[in-house]
Nanobody, 120 residues
Framework: VQLVESGGGLVQAGYSLRLACVAS????????MNWYRQAPGKQRELVAT????????YYADSVKGRFTISRDNSNNTMYLQMSSLKPEDTAKYYC??????????????WGQGTQVTVSS
């Protein structure tokens, strides 16, 4: 599975951005997809999760109510709609896929990341 993110950039606080992650390869084996982020000097943290088959979602408390994760299985794309952005949302955002190996869960696949910078 290959993952390619897009949509990052520089915005002012309060504005919105939408990130996209396009998956290719053995996408039928994807169990769930996630957005992670990593700010300079900090650990990578899970931002949001969406399951591929039933669309169940999970959000970190820090983004709940501001970010929305979604997927379009027809074109193997996952999105992260980010609204009311804050300077503390500044980080490199990574797409991650949990890929089944047969019936065994799961192998990890990562995209290259896309930078989001929010100015105050």
């Amino acid at each position: 599975v290959q993952l390619v993110e897009s949509g990052g950039g520089l915005v002012q606080a309060g504005y919105s951005l939408r990130l996209a992650c396009v998956a290719s390869g053995s996408t039928f084996s994807i169990n769930a997809m996630n957005w992670y982020r990593q700010a300079p000097g900090k650990q990578r943290e899970l931002v949001a999760t969406i399951t591929r088959h039933d669309g169940r979602t999970y959000y970190a408390d820090s983004v709940k109510g501001r970010f929305t994760i979604s997927r379009d299985n027809s074109n193997n794309t996952m999105y992260l709609q980010m609204s009311s952005l804050k300077p503390e949302d500044t980080a490199k955002y990574y797409c991650h896929a949990e890929v089944l190996r047969g019936t065994i869960c799961c192998d990890d696949y990562w995209g290259q990341g896309t930078q989001v910078t929010v100015s105050s």
